[in-house]
């Protein structure tokens, strides 16, 4: 299916919570409202002639010139054959987005690495801790802003 | 040996009874440290023809450096595992950690005693000698679990939990195997069964061709001797891969390599009951009433008695390097649902051919039909 | 020893084990034998590869992408070229197009015979690592003779590849897919229809095609569920259109569909069809330029694009923000092993701790690819 028509379908059930389709990118990108990001996924797993079954890719971005923390989902059909991607912008001082866990459950350690490494909050995720860094690591390694330390524990790093 | 001893003792008896309980001790002594000898030069061999065995198989050569075609490899080994770091963990049970892999050792050297070399080569002729040799194994069990206890550690007592499960169950089979064969001479001791199998050209009285109920006992029993030695399929008290290296995880140095002899010389020993009971011992086939020297024809026994059982250890090892492990739950259950009453019925069948024939075998009737 | 709650133990797989294919430790808790629950534990080999390729422009990257399957070297390099030549839009010729096939086609298949000799040796029969391994010189040998190493390869460049084949490739390929097919017959006999075997895998971890979707599994283990996707058919890359190969799809042969033996299965009949697709691609082999013209300081448009290629072990996606400038903005990496090892903790539960490790063998992880 064209990435128009998906567009178009979703403005129609979504209404005000879309908010624009980037076709340059590939896949093409939808701009989704963070709020609304659960139900547009559910929406696009369950839907005859969507049928996302596949969360290929949950990754963040950030934007730090924009301010923004982007959180990006790259979605796949093995059906139809079709692939898109689904972008949420956050506020990069204080990035909350609901969690996709109960849509696919592999969004669960997508979301842990997210979490760990731009120090976004899944709200509602079942276990939300570090999973690459160490339990105790202070910092978001890949933000744009990020600064070494100096030491961990008795290391100088 | 006992004649040895009752040969020289008897010259000593006007001699005071201390100075025959001192002279059958120095005897005794000397003895145990022959067979001690043999023991061990045999367990470090076996280790090398493992290697080697294991290289042939998997299309590799094996050990080649130390000494020809590296067969000294054993002996540089055991200098290594010497002179390696003794550790003792810090919480571990210490008497009871230091003391595991004595008493496996012992267990497992102790039953060479009985055995019956040659017709005249024995260290001791127990009356009761294959009660004695099963009994002794089964001190293994007790003493593997006390190491896995005594370090320690999860891995370990993982794997005394399993070794000691496997020990015990598959001592059922084998000890109703063996009986299958033990009610045809009706003796337990090792050298009248080996002098029961004596005759028909040296092969056809042995009492595994004696009748269907004891071939098939002797492949139960082989089975559950592979078993009762923790030997891949049935290593899982030691998989490497599973648990570190199960119950002698935490032992280092000489200790670890206590265990690992006895490993070999526990495999000796059921390869050496299986070819007493099952494979005539020292019988050696064809030779008949060829006249020789004493000395020479005791020789050869001796050397058909180590090469029958050099041939079922490395059936051992061949069998280690193809197959794969089996996991606890069906070990468990080839044991109780299908060794055991196998073993069982057979035991009835041999008792039945027993009573009905007289204790005749195959070859006997044959042989009985063809005179008359 | 016992842990916080009387009837359930806790012991850590830790991070140094045998069996777990790298540093990944799982908090296993288990009351004996039976598993409640695995918590897995990764991150001990994270060495910040994303925020490595934000410094590094995109031909110095390559390296990297070496190291993160180390065993499928030449195909993640594969994976993060197409991703940058998609963003510059430059046109590969052919013959790199066809060199590029065989070598990815043949490092699938040195994969996955680690994979398999790997597994086989968990299971316990440690002799089919050792021929996989004798199989795996040969190619190992091929690819030293390209580009001089071993298991880095840093071959796949952007634009093309980066040396031509020497004199004698084609010969010595040829001669390895002659002397490949029977060695793959030798591993069925020896170990895939062994009843052993079979019974310890059969219908252990059955991952449904809902499951399989929704965690995310790619690679063998989808197309052991009954799945048939691969993206060399369904979304073609190279010249994978114009090859005639199958994909094999699990069919519940020994148990279930998408249990563990259809899962190891599946990786060998992958090396046959990897051999075939070699031979194809050897005879349609033209003279030709062996990479593009691309210009030495590489300044992509700015851009964003999401390119995923079939590594051995699943879907291996590179997710590129380029903003113009000679390095990424943002790389991401989207590892096959990944999502595989998420859905182990549902498969995990009601398990043994023997059938913990043929399920990790099965899953077929890596770690510095998780780690990243």
């Known amino acids: 299916m064209e990435p128009k028509k998906i567009y178009g379908i979703l403005s129609e059930k979504f209404s005000g919570k879309m908010k624009q389709l980037q076709e340059n990118t590939f896949p093409a990108s939808i701009f989704v409202e963070a709020d609304a990001v659960v139900d547009v996924c559910r929406f696009l797993k369950k839907e005859d002639g969507l049928e996302f079954l596949s969360l290929i890719c949950l990754s963040g971005v950030d934007l730090k010139e924009q301010n923004k923390m982007a959180v990006v989902y790259h979605l796949g059909s093995m059906k139809h054959k079709h692939t898109i991607s689904i972008k949420a912008e956050l506020d990069r001082s204080n990035p909350h987005i609901p969690t996709v866990e109960s849509v696919w459950p592999v969004a669960d350690w997508y979301e842990r690495e997210v979490y760990d490494l731009f120090g976004v909050i899944f709200d509602g995720h079942s276990d939300l801790r570090r999973i690459l860094m160490p339990e105790d690591w202070e910092g978001y390694p890949m933000r744009k802003d990020y600064v070494y330390p100096k030491r961990y524990h008795t290391w100088d790093v | 040996m006992i004649s040895l001893i009752e040969h020289m003792t008897a010259g000593l008896s006007n001699a005071g009874p201390f100075m025959r309980i001192v002279v059958t001790t120095i005897i005794m002594l000397v003895s145990g440290v022959i067979v001690l000898a043999v023991a061990l030069l045999y367990e470090g061999v076996a280790t090398y023809a493992e290697r080697k065995v294991a290289g042939d198989i998997q299309a590799r050569i094996g050990p080649n450096r130390v000494g020809p075609y590296g067969f000294l490899q054993f002996i540089a080994d055991g200098v290594k595992l010497l002179l390696k770091e003794d550790i003792i963990p810090f919480y571990a049970d210490k008497w009871l950690f230091i003391a595991a892999p004595y008493i496996v050792f012992t267990a497992s050297f102790a039953a060479f005693v009985p055995l019956s070399y040659s017709d005249h080569v024995y260290v001791a002729n127990l009356n009761v000698g294959i009660l004695y040799m099963i009994a002794i194994s089964s001190v293994v069990s007790m003493a593997v679990l006390m190491g896995a206890w005594g370090s320690n550690n999860k891995w370990s007592l993982f794997g005394g939990m399993r070794a000691v499960a496997q020990i015990v169950s598959y001592e059922i089979p084998i000890i109703l195997s063996l009986l299958a064969a033990l009610i045809i001479p009706a003796s337990l001791t090792m050298k009248d069964i080996i002098v029961y199998q004596s005759g028909g050209f040296g092969i056809f009285r042995w009492l595994i061709f004696n009748n269907p109920f004891t071939l098939l006992a002797f492949f139960v029993y082989y089975i559950a001797a592979i078993a009762e030695v923790n030997r891949t399929p049935f290593d899982i008290p030691e998989a490497e891969s599973e648990i570190v290296a199960g119950y002698h995880t935490e032992y280092t140095g000489m200790r670890f390599a206590f265990f690992f002899m006895a490993e070999y010389g526990d495999m000796f020993v059921v390869s050496a009951i299986a070819v007493t009971l099952f494979l005539g011992g020292w019988q050696i086939p064809f030779i008949g009433a060829l006249s020789m020297p004493l000395w020479l024809r005791e020789v050869l026994e001796v050397a058909v008695f180590f090469t029958k059982i050099f041939l079922l250890i490395y059936l051992m090892m061949w069998i280690r390097w193809t197959l794969p492990r089996l996991r606890v739950d069906q070990l468990m259950e080839l044991c109780w649902k299908y060794l055991t009453p196998i073993a069982f019925f057979n035991l009835i069948g041999a008792s039945v051919w027993v009573l009905l024939l007289n204790g005749k075998g195959v070859y006997d009737i044959i042989a009985g039909l063809l005179i008359h | ?372």
């Open chain 3, 1 to 372: 020893m016992a842990g916080t709650d009387e009837k359930f133990m806790q012991i850590s797989m830790g991070p140094q084990h045998p069996s777990t294919h790298g540093v990944l430790r799982l908090l296993v808790t288990t009351d004996g034998e039976v598993l409640s629950g695995v918590k897995p534990y990764i991150g001990y080999l994270h060495r910040g590869l994303e925020k490595i390729a934000e410094r590094l422009t995109y031909p110095q990257f390559t390296p990297f992408t070496d190291r993160l399957d180390y065993l499928a070297a030449m195909n993640c390099n594969l994976a993060y070229a197409m991703t940058v030549e998609k963003l510059l839009n430059v046109e590969i010729p052919r013959r790199a197009q066809i060199l590029r096939v065989i070598m990815a086609e043949l490092n699938r298949i040195s994969s996955h015979l680690i994979s398999f000799g790997s597994f086989s040796a968990d299971m316990g029969a440690f002799t089919p690592f050792l021929f996989g391994i004798r199989e795996r010189e040969f190619i190992n040998d091929l690819f030293e003779m390209t580009c001089g190493a071993r298991l880095t390869y840093n071959y796949i460049r952007i634009g093309g590849v980066s040396q031509d084949i020497p004199e004698g490739f084609i010969d010595k390929t040829r001669e390895f897919l002659d002397y490949f097919p029977a060695k793959i017959k030798e591993y069925n006999e020896l170990l895939s229809f062994n009843a052993i075997f079979i019974k310890r895998l059969a219908n252990i971890a059955v991952i449904s095609p809902e499951d399989a979707f929704d965690y995310g599994v790619t690679g063998p283990n989808l197309r052991a569920s009954g799945i048939k996707w691969d993206l060399r058919r369904a979304e073609p890359y190279l010249i994978y259109n114009e090859l005639d190969f199958d994909i094999p799809v699990g069919k519940g042969e020994m148990g279930k569909v998408g249990d563990s033996w259809d899962r190891y299965m599946m990786r060998i009949y992958e090396m046959e069809q990897s051999a075939n697709i070699v031979r194809q691609c050897l005879d349609m082999l033209e003279a030709g330029d062996y990479t593009a013209k691309i210009s030495k300081v590489l300044k992509p448009p700015a851009g964003e694009v999401y390119v995923r290629a079939e590594n051995p072990r699943g879907e291996l996606g590179f997710y590129l923000i380029s903003d113009g400038s000679a390095k990424p903005y943002r790389l991401k990496i989207r590892a096959p092993s990944f999502a595989n090892l998420s859905i182990i903790t549902k498969l995990a539960r009601g398990v043994m701790m023997a059938d913990l490790i043929a399920i990790i063998g099965s899953l077929d992880i890596i770690l510095p690819e998780i780690d990243r």
